[in-house]
C-alpha cells in the first residue's frame, strides 16, 4: 500500500517561516508530479504549488516569491518551504502525487494520491 505522510505544520507568527515535508512510502516504481494543495476554512482547495519529476516547478500567484517546493527523488519526498508567512496563508496544506508502484506484482497508477494534511496556522 502507498501513502503519503505530511509533517512541518504548526503555529507561527507573521513573517515567519515553516518548511512542510510530504514523504511517499510503498512498493513505488516512480513519482511524477508531486504538488501542495491547501485548503482554508470555508474555501475551496487551491493549489500552492507543484513540481515536476525533472524539477519544473508551478506557484500559485499569492505564494510566488516567497514559498519554494522541492524534492528529494532519492528519499521519495516533497517539501515546501513557507517564508514570509501571512495570516492569510493559514489553511490545511495537503500533498498530492501521481505515482506508479507494485501492488504484489502488478503494476498501478494512482494520479490523485493525496496524504490527510497539516494545519499551518499563522497567528500572533
Known amino acids: 500500500q502507498v501513502q503519503l505522510v505530511e509533517s512541518g505544520g504548526g503555529l507561527v507568527q507573521p513573517g515567519g517561516s515553516l518548511r512542510l515535508s510530504c514523504a511517499a512510502s510503498g512498493s513505488i516504481l516512480r513519482i511524477n508530479t508531486m504538488g501542495w494543495y491547501r485548503q482554508a476554512p470555508g474555501k475551496e482547495r487551491e493549489l500552492v504549488?507543484?513540481?515536476?519529476?525533472g524539477g519544473s516547478t508551478n506557484y500559485a500567484d499569492s505564494v510566488k516569491g516567497r514559498f519554494t517546493i522541492s524534492r528529494d527523488n532519492t528519499k521519495n519526498t516533497a517539501y515546501l518551504q513557507m517564508n514570509s508567512l501571512k495570516a492569510e496563508d493559514t489553511a490545511?496544506?495537503?500533498?498530492?502525487?501521481?505515482?506508479?508502484?507494485?501492488?504484489?506484482?502488478?503494476?498501478?497508477?494512482?494520479?490523485?494520491?493525496?496524504?490527510?494534511?497539516?494545519?499551518v496556522t499563522v497567528s500572533s
Open 49 to 53: 504549488a507543484s513540481i515536476s519529476s
Open 92 to 119: 490545511t496544506y495537503y500533498c498530492n502525487a501521481d505515482l506508479e508502484y507494485y501492488r504484489g506484482s502488478v503494476y498501478r497508477r494512482n494520479r490523485e494520491l493525496w496524504g490527510q494534511g497539516t494545519l
